[in-house]
């Protein structure tokens, strides 16, 4: 990557109460309070185990270790992930946690162990190494949930995490150009750059002509209604407009490597569009 002239930054995760577990891995899975996000949407009682001191200490540690091999291996960053219904997501959202500690109750509260383990790989990886950390409103198996209802509360998720040491926030959406809150305005990388200071990437079903996941992409039939695309268009004016600074592109990329080319040179007919197929395997 590195003699091609482009960078690398490794996304860390922990799938906490998404893990899979049966026939998959003998260990119970974890989580804030053992719930999975089906399981909080449902009112269903928890699944899992409730993570307790010692739990939160080893997944702190773990981070870290994970972070400073990154950095020692020749990664230019690290992205640490606390989106879509993952571990830290999991934390910061309501509905899955349900603790009645520090780290449960108010969204500061529910922040808490999210910034814990951005400190952590902080005091791992030093002052200059960048840190890039995902958020997202939806989550896998809930695409009308909200970590934030409005900007206050949002606020109080992010800004405890941009002090812990985040250098630049990658805002999922499942368009990117959709405004954060239903109540209209930006997107949710305009607000978390409004409201932290910092940096923003934009990403969510660019040049896809329609969201979808595998089991969508198979059966139409199982999109989310109303559901379309966004053009590159709008990602661009979301940067001239300084609501973000970066634009993320996965599915797009998958389907075809010379996507960023063929935007720059302005080819979009030529573009492949996003399919099943592309989706499981490189083009």
């Known amino acids: 990557v590195h003699a091609a002239g482009g960078y690398f930054c490794p996304q860390l995760w922990h799938t906490g109460m998404a893990r899979?577990?049966?026939?998959?891995?003998?260990?119970?899975?974890?989580?804030?309070?053992?719930?999975?996000?089906?399981?909080?949407?449902a009112g269903d009682p928890p699944s899992g185990r409730a993570m307790t001191a010692a739990d939160?200490?080893?997944?702190?540690?773990?981070?870290?270790?994970?972070a400073a091999d990154a950095k020692a291996i020749g990664c230019d960053a690290i992205e640490i992930h606390a989106g879509h219904g993952f571990l830290l997501d999991q934390f910061l959202w309501d509905r899955t946690?349900?603790?009645?500690?520090?780290?449960?109750?108010?969204?500061?509260?529910?922040?808490r162990f999210p910034a814990r383990v951005v400190a952590a790989c902080r005091a791992a990886v030093g002052p200059d190494f960048p840190i890039l950390m995902r958020i997202s409103q939806f989550k896998i198996d809930a695409y009308d949930a909200v970590i934030a209802a409005d900007a206050d509360e949002l606020a109080a998720l992010v800004v405890p995490l941009a002090q812990a040491g985040v250098d630049l926030f990658d805002c999922s959406q499942r368009v990117v150009n959709r405004p954060a809150f239903a109540t209209g305005g930006p997107s949710l990388a305009g607000w978390v750059r409004k409201l932290t200071g910092k940096p923003t990437m934009t990403l969510g079903s660019l040049g896809v002509a329609r969201p979808f996941?595998?089991?969508?992409?198979?059966?139409?039939t199982l999109a989310m209604p109303g559901m379309d695309f966004a053009?590159?268009?709008a990602a661009a004016a979301m940067v001239a407009a300084q609501e973000c600074d970066l634009v993320g592109?996965?599915?797009?990329l998958l389907a075809d490597p010379d996507w960023a080319?063929?935007?720059r040179e302005g080819a979009f007919a030529g573009i492949r569009a996003p399919d099943l197929q592309s989706l499981m395997e490189l083009a």
């Open 97 to 111: 946690n349900r603790r009645e500690d520090e780290y449960g109750g108010s969204p500061a509260n529910r922040a």
């Open 20 to 41: 899979r577990t049966g026939a998959f891995v003998s260990a119970d899975a974890i989580g804030p309070s053992g719930l999975t996000v089906a399981e909080a949407v």
């Open 249 to 252: 592109v996965g599915r797009a």
């Open 213 to 220: 996941r595998e089991d969508e992409a198979a059966d139409p």
């Open 56 to 66: 939160m200490d080893a997944v702190c540690d773990a981070y870290a270790r994970a």
């Open 231 to 233: 053009p590159v268009a």
């Open 261 to 263: 080319a063929k935007v």
